[in-house]
């Protein structure tokens, strides 16, 4: 069976910065691409960041020029750094990896079960 475990939320103080860490586990031939989703009381779960197994990013246009998303491939881990961090990036995030498991060839999203991150003062 394939795990992702995300660690590094907490509270965090606005203007300060968290960084996020997702490891996958398990029988695991490849990860594809992997990303951070967030979802908010109340909002629905939107993406914040995405990551190719190639080092392609993507981010959501309110995190731009904030957030900084990574890979270590060789650790099977996916990092997301921020940086001026605001009350409204209060919310649960969710770690996603498309993986192809062993011994098989086709690719099945994972989900973590999340990590909150709660900025306030």
């Known amino acids: 069976q394939v795990q992702l475990v995300e660690s590094g939320g907490g509270l965090v103080q606005p203007g300060g910065s968290l960084r996020l860490s997702c490891a996958a586990s398990?029988?695991?031939?490849?990860?594809?691409?992997m990303g951070w989703y967030r979802q908010a009381p109340g909002k629905e779960r939107e993406l914040v960041a995405d990551i190719t197994s190639g080092g392609t990013t993507n981010y959501a246009d309110s995190v731009k020029g904030r957030f900084t998303i990574s890979r270590d491939n060789a650790k099977n881990t996916v990092y997301l750094q921020m940086t001026g961090l605001k009350p409204e990036d209060t919310a649960v995030y969710y770690c996603?990896?498309?993986?192809?498991?062993?011994?098989?060839?086709?690719?099945?999203?994972?989900w973590g079960k999340g990590t909150l991150l709660t900025v306030s003062s």
């Open positions: 398990g029988s695991i031939r490849r990860i594809n691409d």
């Open positions: 996603k990896a498309n993986i192809v498991r062993e011994p098989y060839l086709y690719n099945v999203p994972y």
